[in-house]
């Protein structure tokens, strides 16, 4: 196990719009404010998402299982953001529901939204965090100095 203490920083308020990527708002937010690590809640609607639901394989490197969710439809969420060596990347885990029927996931592909999008993130600040490719796995997690 790897933890660090840290404190909330700055508390960002965004709406996301009819159509809107939800991964590259919510990261262009992190890029332009600088933000390093956060934690992030988002209430609202999504369009369309292709959702990660578990893993398709396991070895000898994990393999996706992807369900496509097409709305519209309603969605609550609460992910990460963390630097990788190309800046800050989200990791979003979300319960979607259209009609009584829902998908729970991370929502990874091409995730719009809907209508609107409510995004509140937090900063955390005093901690040295960053996403690392980890070979074994294949994909980039999250370490904590």
């Known amino acids: ?4 203490t840290g404190q909330a ?3 960002i308020a965004a709406r996301l719009f009819e159509g809107e990527d939800v991964y590259e708002c919510i990261e262009s937010i992190a890029g332009k404010e600088n933000i390093k690590c956060a934690s992030v809640l988002i209430t609202g609607g999504f369009r369309k ?6 893993p398709e394989e396991e070895t000898p490197k994990i393999v996706p299982k992807i369900m496509h969710f097409t709305g519209p439809g309603e969605v609550l969420g609460v992910g990460t953001l963390y630097n990788d060596d ?3 990347k989200l990791h ?3 319960a979607i529901g259209k009609n ?3 998908l729970v996931g ?3 592909i ?3 939204t809907f209508l609107i999008l409510e995004v509140t993130i937090i900063e955390i600040t005093g901690i040295d965090a960053a996403r690392k490719f980890d070979k074994k796995i294949g994909l980039n997690l999250l370490n904590i100095e």
């Open 92 to 94: 979003l885990h979300a």
């Open 106 to 108: 991370c929502p990874r």
């Open 49 to 54: 998402a292709d959702v990660v639901v578990g």
């Open 1 to 4: 196990m790897q933890y660090a």
């Open 9 to 11: 920083g700055r508390i």
């Open 86 to 88: 190309k800046g800050p």
């Open 100 to 102: 009584g029927e829902s």
């Open 110 to 112: 091409d995730a719009k």
